[in-house]
């Protein structure tokens, strides 16, 4: 594919999609009725003492303590708030991004790379926060990760029960399964939740009112006496002591502050099956190791951290999914979707899209309101027609108002996006300072490996085969070429990476120059590096990690449905470890 040189863009205001980010506007209270066992760190004791100290309420933590509380005392710590007030819905996809406060559900992030990125600061996690697509990992990655495929498969359907729809699929979306079917990428699987070669329509955590469900439903199902939740709790180290007769030091609580900045302690109750648990994702769980004195030691000693174990592998092996999109512009009005259909081909690459990008530009309400636009919004994330850098609130309103100017079919369309399997490319997780509550810096290396970048170019080469298949042809205007549009999306803003202006545009500077995060990263606490095939920590005892920071590749083309089923299918072999006698 040669891209053309740069013409003046059609659509001056798409940029790429934001293909994981929903609003969740947080509640203090109103739900607290129905969830009697959650409270505000603020009201919880100085001193408390649990049989499990999970830590991170997330798309892992969540599954895990409703297992876990089943039969025994279980507190889950999490320092974001609840998602239940005005459940987020389709219609509002983007809002999270644009909101960059200290309450904010979505805690951005810049890599070292120059990708925008978001980390979840609330209880359910990033399962608050995606397109709410599910699809379960293939039956290769089972085995190789070692599970027993029984409670790997009873653990999904626990969680397909709970929270996962079939989806209605509108014209687009019908549109681009039977384009990706035109362009090679077979055969029709339908309906499946299972990870297999070929186009699929996988499920959804929105249900048929478009209203999204979350890991935090899971806690619906746990017992509430032996469960407490405590929210905007920032665990700050994790204790330790030695023990006679135990070779490790000994995890034995934690510590946390509420929001006033009061440390509380949480100990383990005496018993040695009692144990402290790390899901605090793959930037959270690395970060808190580290900040506790489990890391490398070069690194710690650094930062001022006495060092309790020199783990150099700690925040290793770090990856992010590389996403490249492009924007398709519609001659007919087209509907709100999310990711529904997925072509996963034999290549390594993976095919979905996004559709009606005009949701969010506001109607009449009687009040008028800062215009969101959607995927357009300049106030969002990576996927603003400012670049990051420029986004004062002086030049968010000042493009908002251009943009209110302009004729709303500049906004109709949908995004194709490809995003590449593992990937092979990795980096690292390191501490910026002592503060628990700030980002780590984060490296991903995209496409540092050569495998990774040629898996993005044959994506793009099966985009351009969608784009003009017979199939789509409904949704693409009859005079523009490929090489418009590509051209087009390669001059939208999505990260901070410098661009190189050429007379033609290779598919891999496409794929470098325009790489996006889709929130699928993972790693920095690997099982065989950092945890055994348990999630135990190597060189200490009573301390597991159970997230995607455990992950040395993605699972399937979207990880939750895997994060949730581990933290289930670990809250059942932890209760079946604790009852052997």
Not at 282 to 306: K, N
Not at 417 to 424: A, M, S, T
Not at 441 to 448: G, H, K, L, R, S
Not at 449 to 476: K, P
Request: glycine share 10%.
């Amino acid at each position: 594919m040669a891209l053309g040189r740069a013409r003046s863009p059609t659509l001056v205001l798409a940029a790429a999609v934001l293909g994981a980010l929903c609003v969740v506007a947080l509640s203090e209270d109103e739900q607290l009725e129905n969830l009697r066992f959650v409270q505000h760190a603020q009201d919880a004791p100085l001193v408390s003492h649990y049989n499990y100290i999970v830590v991170g309420g997330g798309t892992s933590g969540c599954p895990l303590a409703a297992t876990l509380s089943e039969h025994s005392r279980v507190l889950l710590l999490e320092r974001g708030g609840l998602p239940y007030r005005n459940m987020s819905n389709q219609e509002h996809f983007t809002d999270a991004l644009a909101d960059t406060s200290l309450a904010s559900p979505a805690q951005r992030f810049v890599s070292t790379d120059g990708v925008v990125n978001a980390r979840a600061r609330v209880l359910g996690g990033g399962s608050c926060l995606n397109a709410g697509f599910y699809t379960r990992a293939s039956n290769e990655y089972v085995r190789t990760a070692g599970w027993d495929a029984g409670l790997v498969n009873s653990s999904y359907r626990w969680v397909e029960r709970a929270l996962v729809f079939r989806p209605d699929v509108p014209p687009w979306q019908a549109a681009l399964r039977d384009a990706l079917l035109e362009a090679g990428v077979t055969p029709d699987n339908g309906f499946t939740f299972d990870h297999v070669t070929g186009t699929k329509i996988g499920g959804t955590i929105f249900d048929n009112s478009g209203q999204r469900h979350t890991a935090a439903d899971f806690l619906r199902h746990a017992r509430p006496r032996r469960l407490t939740v405590v929210l905007y709790a920032t665990v700050s180290r994790i204790l330790f002591r030695s023990q006679e007769g135990v070779p490790y030091p000994v995890a034995y609580g934690v510590v946390f502050a509420d929001p006033l900045g009061v440390q509380h302690r949480v100990y383990l109750r005496d018993g040695g099956k009692n144990e402290v648990i790390l899901s605090a994702g793959t930037l959270g769980s690395p970060q808190l190791l580290m900040l506790s004195g489990v890391g490398p030691q070069a690194h710690l000693e650094a930062h001022g951290i006495q060092v309790l174990v020199d783990q150099p592998m700690v925040g290793q092996g770090v990856a992010d999914n590389p996403m490249n999109s492009v924007f398709i512009p519609s001659p007919v009005p087209v509907g709100l979707s999310l990711v529904q259909v997925v072509g996963i081909t034999k290549s390594g690459s993976f095919i979905e899209g996004v559709s009606g990008s005009e949701f969010g530009i506001p109607v009449s309400d009687g009040a008028r309101r800062l215009a969101s636009f959607g995927l357009f919004s300049p106030q969002t994330g990576q996927l603003g027609t400012l670049p990051p850098g420029q986004r004062t609130p002086e030049a968010l309103q000042r493009a908002a108002e251009a943009m209110r100017r302009l004729d709303r079919r500049a906004f109709r369309g949908g995004f194709i996006l490809e995003k590449i399997l593992g990937p092979v490319s990795t980096g690292h997780i390191e501490l910026r300072s002592t503060d628990p509550r700030a980002n780590p810096a984060v490296t991903f290396n995209y496409f540092q490996e050569a495998e990774d970048l040629e898996r993005c170019v044959r994506g793009i080469q099966t985009i351009e085969r969608v784009i003009q298949s017979r199939a789509f042809s409904n949704f693409t205007y009859a005079n523009t070429t490929v090489e418009s549009i590509f051209t087009d999306s390669a001059n939208f803003p999505v990260n901070l990476l410098p661009r190189h202006v050429n007379d033609s545009r290779s598919p891999e500077q496409y794929c470098r120059e325009t790489v996006m995060t889709i929130w699928h990263y993972h790693g920095g606490c690997h099982v065989g590096a950092v945890v055994d095939d348990n999630y135990r920590v190597f060189g200490v005892r009573g301390l597991r990690v159970i997230d995607s920071s455990t992950f040395r590749y993605s699972p399937g083309t979207n990880p939750q449905a895997t994060v949730m089923m581990l933290g289930r299918y670990m809250g059942i072999k932890i209760q079946a470890e604790r009852w052997r006698k």
